[in-house]
């Protein structure tokens, strides 16, 4: 069965950092691109970061570049995203999604391209 679990949420204060993991099972992350999403309520999925298959190539939102860092364990079969300063308007519910059509080099942040998606993780940023 394939599968993509998120872990790694939960209640931080403003400030603070996770790392968020995405574990495949049912199938090998070595030839997809990765990507996290995110959901807060009443708004729109945004794109918060992908890296590629070769992990040669990654992507942040502008509100993510330079605190937050995406890296992928192919032996782990597992993904990361690491957080830091986080704020209160990253409080979202996090997906990871996972897509093997992309060029080796190439990942994207158009969440229709995907083709496996994780059951999501939240993050409560808070004081």
């Known amino acids: 069965q394939v599968q993509l679990v998120e872990s790694g949420g939960g209640l931080v204060q403003p400030g603070g950092s996770l790392r968020l993991s995405c574990a495949a099972s049912g199938f090998t992350l070595d030839y997809y691109a990765i990507a996290w999403f995110r959901q807060a309520p009443g708004k729109e999925r945004e794109g918060v970061s992908c890296?590629?298959?070769?992990?040669?190539?990654?992507y942040y939102t502008n509100s993510a570049k330079g605190r937050f860092t995406i890296s992928r364990d192919n032996a782990k079969n597992t993904v990361y995203l690491q957080m830091n300063s986080l704020k209160p308007e990253d409080t979202a519910v996090y997906y990871c999604a996972a897509v093997r059509k992309l060029p080796s080099a190439y990942c994207s942040h158009y969440g229709p391209w995907y083709d496996y998606w994780g059951q999501g993780t939240q993050v409560t940023v808070s004081s």
């Open positions: 890296i590629s298959s070769s992990s040669s190539n990654t």
